[in-house]
């Protein structure tokens, strides 16, 4: 069973539609939680970053973590067609200087359909 | 641009060869990371360098794969003796600081390895 669990779709949705997206994770000493868009061909990007359990919201992406489910999910509203992308989850843990290496889910490959 | 470059960004292996794969992180990080993105598949990591040091190569696969960065500045990940195996996105990763949360680490563009 891997550490990061996401759906890999794929996900179709019209525009101006919710999306969510979510994973779940085996390991409860994960203490950071991001989000990573990656368009085809290019590196991921950092969408949302979260320290430990709550909610955050920037603009239309609205990233959830809950800590004791070991579940966290990202919502974006108002899709557009920009928004198709693979959405990776990544985690890590707090070593405090060790090597804090990010741990992701497979990616969800998110179509936004004009 | 000032981001993370990668060379090359494309390249195709025959099965036995070996290949040098090039990371020029952004001006001043100290970390820098690899990853290996396999197709459908989300970033695994393979090692990690702050500055010269590599501190943690607990990710990379066989003897096969070999990492340095001899300046603490540009890095190459060698691959010795391509297998079908090894087709896959080599992302490099760097970052400002030695302690990284995540939230500080900017990636590159990829390259992108085929063994045929």
């Known amino acids: 069973q891997k550490e990061v669990e996401q759906d890999p779709g794929p996900l179709s949705v019209p525009e101006g539609a919710i999306v969510s997206l979510n994973c779940t994770y085996s390991n409860s000493a994960f203490q950071y939680f991001m989000w990573y868009r990656q368009y085809s061909r290019k590196g991921p990007e950092l969408l949302m970053y979260t320290y430990s359990s709550g909610n955050k919201e920037d603009g239309r992406f609205t990233a959830q973590v809950d800590k004791s489910s070991k579940y966290i999910s990202l919502f974006i509203r108002d899709s557009q067609p920009s928004d198709s992308a693979t959405y990776l989850c990544a985690m890590s843990l707090n070593y405090g200087g060790a090597t804090n290496k990010l741990i992701f889910g497979t990616g969800t490959l998110l179509a936004v359909q004009p | 641009g000032a981001g993370v470059s990668q060379s090359p960004r494309y390249k195709v292996a025959k099965r036995g060869q070996d290949v040098a794969l090039r990371c020029d992180p952004i001006s001043g990080h100290v970390s820098l990371f690899w990853y290996q993105q396999a197709l459908g598949q989300g970033p695994e990591f393979l090692t990690y360098f702050q500055n010269e040091a590599q501190l943690d190569k607990s990710g990379l696969p066989s003897d096969r794969f070999f990492a340095e960065r001899p300046e603490g500045s540009v890095s190459t990940l060698k691959i010795q003796r391509t297998q079908q195996e090894d087709s896959a996105v080599y992302l490099c990763?760097?970052?400002?600081?030695?302690?990284?949360?995540?939230?500080?680490?900017?990636f590159g563009e990829g390259s992108w390895l085929t063994v045929v």
């Open positions: 990763a760097s970052s400002p600081w030695d302690s990284v949360s995540g939230n500080t680490i900017y």
